[in-house]
């Protein structure tokens, strides 16, 4: 089950907000005190609901996920009462856990597929990836880091260490929300009427990324780059490649968006996940901007400790971007996509960043987007063949120049075109300051123009947003197969 369908829109999300509005009268029932407000009902529900979610299109995956949080939830009741190396072996045991787990369905067939190509006959175990394993991994290490740092309170609840795992809103694509983000929030949070529409309205921006943009930009993507090379032109790969470069932006940003909606309208704060990346003006900007709760999760959790910026710090640099590439897929273009970013941005720390301030702005800004979009070409195939293949036709060395089909999908598309570059850059933030300027902050005009205003947009969106599902095939979000 994905967002972005119509059955989620309006059967699975109708059905969770009445149970989830009957839990939580049911809390203010049981609980007249605010203060000391339980919300154990709340929590079964969601907890209830996300396990539905999950088991919508892999059922048997449930299990294992309830194996990993019952792993988790007893490795971390060792930490919390264990004392010196106790602590540390029972840390080391628990993460090494979660990451066999992680290894053996994520990348077991891959290791198998290259023994055999170098000789060593291995066969392949055919094990299926569940999805989102990627994402609640991360989020289970990040518990018992928390923990054992002592920067979190252990969870001594297996149901409230099960809520954070499985949380639909957020469980199969992220963000991937730290623990000691949302400790304080599982056992005690309070949703305003503000939180709600605001929430709301998240949502429905994310919706209409994903939908109108998105959807769309998939469909001029996979025309240029899903077929085959014999017929691609040099202009032609440039267009599916640009085209892939926005697509990944809308979907994923857009995915992120829903989930912290969704977050927000039960009284969860996820950080940020996106905060315009293409507007960069360095590879490691682009980073900072771009898929920041993997890029915080690796800076605090493997390049600090490696020792950062203090010692070796482009061995901790290429050794974080290796495993970056490693966590999107088993797969040598992810490899060689972690890689390559590692590589550009080593050479930027002791390069460009020392000299930036003396570069024009917008010959950063094209270095930077020349770049990522390279990446994105590798990223996208899977196949080093066709990959090799469509670097030679985009530089030019094999095929035409250009034909009518690439002619077409700019000139049919333009208005797909247009939006999608303005809604890369920071238009909705802006909108947003120039009605405050309009209006006095904290006034009732205010108040009623940013509602109104907000009521309008995410009208608009649903009902162009659900005009498009139906009958659309092509919804998936991009992140959930990592």
């Given at each position: 089950m994905v967002f972005s369908d119509l059955f989620f829109l309006f059967v699975f999300l109708p059905a969770f907000a009445l149970c989830y509005l009957t839990a939580t009268w049911l809390d203010r029932l049981l609980s007249p005190d605010a203060m000391r407000r339980s919300h154990t009902s709340q929590n079964t529900i969601l907890v209830l609901f996300s396990l539905i979610f999950y088991a919508w299109g892999e059922p048997v995956y449930v299990f294992l996920m309830l194996f990993c949080v019952l792993l988790n939830y007893l490795t971390?009741?060792?930490?919390?009462?264990?004392?010196?190396g106790a602590r540390r072996w029972a840390l080391i045991g628990g993460l090494t856990g979660n990451?066999?787990?992680?290894?053996?369905?994520?990348y077991l067939g891959f290791f198998a597929q290259q023994l055999t190509a170098i000789g060593i006959p291995v066969a392949d175990p055919g094990i299926s990836l569940p999805i989102g394993i990627s994402f609640y991994t991360f989020q289970s290490i990040s518990y018992l880091i928390d923990v054992y740092r002592r920067e979190a309170p252990v969870q001594?609840?297996?149901?409230?260490?099960?809520?954070?795992?499985?949380?639909?809103?957020?469980?199969?694509?992220?963000?991937?929300?730290?623990?000691?983000?949302?400790?304080?929030?599982?056992?005690?949070?309070?949703?305003?009427?503000?939180?709600?529409?605001?929430?709301?309205?998240?949502?429905?921006?994310?919706?209409?990324?994903?939908?109108?943009?998105?959807?769309?930009?998939?469909?001029?993507?996979?025309?240029?780059?899903?077929?085959?090379?014999?017929?691609l032109t040099?202009?032609?790969?440039?267009?599916?490649?640009?085209?892939?470069?926005?697509?990944?932006?809308?979907?994923?940003?857009?995915?992120?968006?829903?989930?912290?909606?969704?977050?927000?309208?039960?009284?969860?704060?996820f950080n940020e996940n996106f905060r315009h990346p293409y507007c960069c003006n360095s590879i490691t900007d682009f980073w900072r901007r771009w898929h920041i709760s993997l890029g915080s999760f690796f800076r605090d959790y493997v390049y600090i400790p490696m020792g950062g910026n203090?010692?070796?710090?482009?061995?901790?640099?290429?050794?974080?971007?290796f495993l970056t590439g490693m966590w999107h897929g088993a797969s040598w273009n992810f490899i060689i996509w972690g890689v390559y970013f590692g590589l550009i941005v080593t050479l930027?720390?002791?390069?460009?960043?020392?000299?930036q301030q003396?570069?024009?702005?917008?010959?950063?800004?094209?270095?930077?987007?020349?770049?990522?979009?390279?990446g994105w070409g590798i990223f996208y195939f899977d196949d080093s063949n066709r990959m090799i293949r469509f670097f030679e036709i985009a530089f030019g060395q094999v095929g035409s120049l250009h034909d009518f089909v690439t002619i077409t999908a700019l000139t049919d598309n333009?208005?797909?075109?247009?939006?999608?570059?303005?809604?890369?850059?920071?238009?909705?933030?802006?909108?947003?300051?120039?009605l405050q300027r309009w209006t006095t902050d904290g006034s009732a005009l205010h108040g009623t123009v940013m509602l109104c205003s907000r009521l309008l947009i995410s009208v608009v969106l649903l009902v162009l947003s659900v005009s498009l599902l139906v009958g659309a095939t092509n919804n998936a979000f991009i992140y959930t197969r990592f």
């Open positions: 971390g009741l060792g930490i919390d009462r264990l004392t010196g990451i066999l787990i992680l290894g053996t369905f994520k001594r609840r297996f149901g409230n260490l099960l809520l954070y795992i499985s949380m639909f809103p957020q469980l199969i694509a992220g963000p991937i929300v730290r623990y000691n983000t949302v400790a304080r929030e599982i056992s005690s949070r309070h949703v305003t009427s503000r939180d709600l529409a605001d929430g709301i309205y998240r949502f429905m921006i994310g919706l209409g990324k994903k939908v109108i943009l998105a959807n769309q930009l998939s469909e001029i993507s996979d025309q240029f780059l899903a077929g085959g090379m014999q017929d040099t202009t032609g790969a440039w267009t599916g490649i640009i085209a892939f470069t926005l697509q990944i932006y809308f979907d994923f940003s857009g995915y992120s968006d829903m989930a912290i909606g969704l977050g927000r309208c039960m009284g969860f704060h203090r010692r070796h710090q482009a061995v901790n640099i290429l050794v974080v971007w930027e720390k002791y390069t460009l960043l020392r000299v003396y570069i024009p702005a917008p010959l950063l800004h094209l270095y930077s987007l020349a770049l990522v979009v390279i333009c208005w797909l075109w247009v939006v999608c570059m303005l809604f890369c850059m920071p238009i909705r933030s802006g909108v947003e300051n120039l």
